[in-house]
């Protein structure tokens, strides 16, 4: 495989006496899109919150080029390359779909219109929209804008929480069509997925995490063919 | 119509200075979601420093550009005494729940009104007479050049403000802050200087309030900041608490309602109607005039 880019080793998260993860390990190649499986509550958000440091580690080490993360306060995570699409999209709902993406160019030191321009090809319907207020946004567009503000800084890895949730089926497919071709310009990916299907067809790899630890990982393909998957999140019989 | 007018020019007048303490109110809540109760005893200090200043520092001159270094000197003082506030009181119950930060907020105010009482005694002192005695007749309507400074000047300093948060990118970061910090965090916005920023602003704006308080009245004592600190509070809920031009809005709004009750029912009463009004601005639109900014859909 190519070389590494970023890697969780031996997380653990409490919130409170609770432990949400327990203990986990995974890695990112530059290049991959990798994602994270599991049923509610199985602690991919909190991975997710954790890697930005909106969340602090209990212990284990977070790295990303080598850079020990878990130290590094939040608002400082974008500037080093990891840009977040939080679950639930959080886009500025009471400003505009411009201003949102501009907030996403906030850690840049100035506006790269080619970005805008990208992230405005991707998603033609944001250009649209662009002087309207995020919140009167249908669901798949304002997930259109969280991917489009968290591409604005230019990030080496994007994290993707949930892309899926809530949105109309017929977006869902342009959305994830899109995101394949964001993993083509050379951003890395990982994303997490209850969409399980959906996700592994984009995916090169895959890890399922059940209750604060890693169940099963594998190559997109093997974790397709694999009963445990089927049967948990596919829905099919034998 | 006489009543009329000269009620407009003195409502004006405090009206410009409730927002601008009110925008401390507003700004600290749209951002924290906290009422610095501690605020008006702020604005109540700000007085206080601008006497000492005024005596010990400008050997009592009164020019213009002594003025000037007074509300600078002010201004810079209780932006200081702002960040430390926010430091001591607030940012270690930044995870706590809201009612440990309410009391810390009401113990803050205990402590800065003391602290005046300490320092500059418990009796009144009367504020220097910075700006000279000018007044204009306009057929019958009698107009100061004191009103003239602080109605301009308020005006001057709230649309640099609302300038500021509105076409700045820190003014973008403080909107987003106030909508979603953990959001505003993930675009690299530092919250913590954000808030920190917002009582620098919130403090010096409530600090020229004060000074404003101190010339137009006079007489200042160290526990008004109670007083004035609820007149603007209830000017930030009339405009919609959290909203930057609903304060300003808010203050101008309450300060005519409270001239023209004085002017026409009963100076004793203006309290009493001012306070009916907050509590039916509460039953009917509890959200205020512009209402806090909220996103339609989820």
Redesign the interface.
């Known amino acids: 495989m190519s070389d590494l880019l970023f890697e969780i080793k031996d997380l653990e998260v409490s919130y409170g006496s609770i432990a949400a993860i327990k203990g986990i390990s995974l890695e990112v190649h530059k290049g991959e899109i990798v994602t994270i499986l599991g049923a509610n509550g199985a602690g991919k958000t909190t991975t997710m919150r954790t890697i930005?440091q909106?969340l602090k580690a209990k212990a284990g080490s977070i790295q990303f080029k080598g850079q020990e993360l878990t130290q590094v306060?939040?608002?400082?995570?974008?500037?080093l390359g990891i840009?977040?699409s939080?679950e639930g999209r959080?886009?500025?709902?009471?400003?505009t779909v411009e201003?949102n993406l501009?907030?996403?160019a906030?850690?840049q030191s100035k506006l790269d219109r080619e970005v805008l321009d990208w992230v405005y090809q991707l998603f033609p319907r944001l250009k649209e929209r662009r002087k309207q207020?995020?919140?009167?946004?249908?669901?798949g567009e304002q997930q259109m804008l969280a991917i489009g503000?968290?591409l604005m800084?230019k990030p080496e890895m994007l994290l993707l929480d949930e892309p899926s949730l809530?949105i109309a089926p017929i977006l869902v497919k342009a959305i994830f069509k899109q995101i394949k071709a964001i993993a083509k310009s050379g951003v890395t990916v990982l994303l997490v997925e209850q969409n399980a299907k959906a996700a592994l067809k984009l995916a090169d790899r895959g890890y399922v995490l059940d209750v604060g630890t890693i169940a099963l990982s594998g190559t997109s393909a093997e974790l397709l063919a694999s009963e445990k998957i089927q049967e948990a999140y596919l829905g099919k019989k034998h | 119509m006489d009543i009329f007018l000269q009620q407009l020019a003195n409502g004006l007048t405090i009206g410009s200075m409730f927002a601008l303490v009110a925008l401390g109110y507003t700004m600290v809540y749209g951002v924290m979601r906290l009422i610095n109760f501690a605020h008006g005893d702020m604005v109540a200090a700000s007085a206080f420093v601008g006497l000492t200043i005024y005596t010990q520092v400008m050997g009592q001159a009164a020019t213009l550009i002594a003025v000037i270094t007074i509300f600078l000197l002010s201004a810079a003082c209780m932006a200081c005494v702002g960040i430390i506030l926010e430091r001591v009181a607030y940012r270690p119950l930044r995870e706590a729940p809201r009612l440990s930060a309410v009391v810390s907020a009401l113990g803050a105010s205990l402590v800065i009104q003391n602290g005046i009482m300490l320092i500059w005694g418990p009796r009144m002192r009367i504020f220097p007479e910075l700006i000279p005695q000018v007044y204009w007749d306009f057929g019958g309507v009698v107009i100061s050049l004191i009103q003239v400074i602080i109605l301009a000047l308020s005006l001057v300093l709230m649309v640099a403000l609302y300038l500021f948060v509105e076409k700045t990118r820190i003014g973008a970061a403080i909107r987003a802050s106030s909508i979603d910090q953990d959001a505003a965090r993930l675009m690299g916005i530092n919250v913590n200087s954000i808030i920190a920023l917002i009582f620098i602003i919130g403090s010096s704006l409530g600090a020229v309030g004060g000074l404003f308080i101190g010339l137009y009245y006079r007489g200042i004592t160290f526990n008004m900041g109670w007083q004035y600190g609820l007149y603007a509070f209830i000017a930030a809920i009339l405009g919609g608490i959290g909203n930057i031009p609903g304060a300003m809005l808010g203050g101008m709004l309450l300060g005519l309602f409270k001239a023209f009750i004085e002017g026409y029912v009963s100076s004793t009463w203006a309290d009493a109607f001012t306070f009916i009004l907050l509590i039916l601005i509460l039953i009917v639109r509890p959200t205020g005039i512009l209402g806090e900014r909220v996103a339609e859909k989820v």
Do not use: D, N, Q
């Open positions: 930005s909106l306060p939040a608002h400082k995570i974008v500037k840009s977040h939080p959080r886009v500025f709902g009471v400003l201003e501009m907030l996403g906030y850690s207020l995020a919140g009167t946004l249908s669901g503000r968290a800084s809530g």
